[in-house]
């Protein structure tokens, strides 16, 4: 689970040219403008991550014009991810220790957009237990996996901005979930409409085994249509064996989309060897969509070439231990209002 707030160190304070009351400063791996002489390099402060909903509390006032939520923000040319609170805002008998998760104590919780109606559909249970969500965890709190896996070879993917939707077979019963949900078929909802547009069920059930698939569905009437399409479609990002409990390495991946003729996410490098600086990977992030030359790509998804699972790594940081995480492009999040 992300921890949107939390005890960290500022390790590094950087100047702002023309600027003399606010400063940069480095937290995990965050850029954050905070004020000048605020804090020293080394010292605790709060801090709370981008899409963070906080509470109508008079610490917060300054954040209501924003609905209470922390976004993306440039101040004085610098882009600035999150913020930084002195620990004063704390009165709590625990020790605070680097890392502290903090957010119940303060009521923070995660913003989340609206669903459409087209998207929500009628509920047929919560999302199955034996598929993973396909959640990515930010890279900038994976500065220690980053170090550890610095330089093998991985292959990069666009993060497409749409809505999530995982299409599964098991047992012979076919399955569609939103990103939280299983959903019964209905002719208003968007992900039943593309499952069979795009004859889905019929495509999974030549594999003959137990499987989901997961994806993007992108285009009018979701996330704006960043990418101008013409109706709906999926792009491909996962394909999870249900009875082995694994995702398939990168080769086998291309070999079963192309079989079950279903399009995968743009594939942006498949031979990039991964560096631990992240400022780097958040460089590599800025570019325009494959899909849209005219609109900022919400960013890159990285993984090896062979799948990975490593939970001491990890540390109950990346999801299910998976070695999969994301890089969301700056320019993106200023450009929507993220």
């Given at each position: ?9 500022i ?6 040219e ?22 020293k390099?080394g010292d605790k ?7 963070s ?11 209501k014009p ?6 993306t ?17 704390l009165?709590?008998d ?11 104590i ?22 199955p237990?034996f598929?993973p ?10 500065q220690?996996?980053l ?5 093998i ?11 999530s ?11 569609v979930?939103s990103?939280?949900?299983?959903l019964?078929?209905?002719?208003e ?8 547009q795009?004859?889905i ?33 999926v ?11 694994q ?12 079989k079950?003729d ?6 942006i490098?498949e031979?990039?060897?991964l560096t ?20 900022w ?10 799948e ?12 299910n ?6 890089v ?5 999040l200023l450009?929507?209002?993220?």
């Open positions: 689970m992300r921890n949107l707030a939390s005890i960290q160190i390790k590094e304070l950087i100047p702002i023309g600027a003399d009351a606010i400063e940069i400063a480095a937290v995990l791996g965050w850029r954050v403008v905070v004020k000048k002489g605020e804090f390099i402060c709060i801090y709370c991550e981008i899409d909903l906080m509470p109508n509390r008079p610490e917060f006032e300054f954040l924003r609905a209470m939520r922390i976004r923000v440039r101040l004085r040319g610098q882009v600035s991810q999150g913020i930084c609170f002195p620990l004063t805002l009165s709590i625990t020790k605070i220790e680097e890392g502290l998760d903090v957010t119940e303060l009521g923070i919780t995660k913003y989340e957009a609206p669903i459409p109606a087209s998207l929500s559909g009628k509920v047929k249970g919560s999302f237990s598929i969500k396909s959640d990515e965890t930010r890279v900038q709190v994976l220690t996996v170090d550890k896996y610095n330089g070879t991985c292959y990069v993917t666009e993060k497409l901005d749409g809505s939707v995982t299409y599964f077979i098991k047992n012979g019963e076919f399955g979930c990103r939280n949900l299983e019964l078929e209905t002719e909802n968007t992900f039943w409409k593309v499952a069979r795009l004859d069920e019929n495509k999974l059930r030549t594999l003959n085994r137990n499987c989901a698939i997961q994806g993007e569905l992108i285009g009018e009437n979701v996330q704006s249509n960043k990418y101008k399409l013409r109706g709906q479609t792009k491909f990002f996962n394909f999870f064996d249900i009875d082995k409990r995702y398939v390495s990168f080769s086998e991946f291309k070999q079963l989309f192309k079950l279903l399009d995968i996410v743009p594939i490098d031979n990039y060897s631990n600086d992240i400022e780097s990977l958040v460089k590599t992030s800025v570019a325009k969509s494959v899909l849209n030359l005219e609109a790509r919400e960013g890159i998804v990285i993984r090896p070439l062979t990975t699972i490593d939970y001491i790594a990890s540390g109950g940081l990346l999801h231990d998976r070695l999969s995480f994301k969301i492009n700056p320019e993106f450009k929507y209002g993220e």
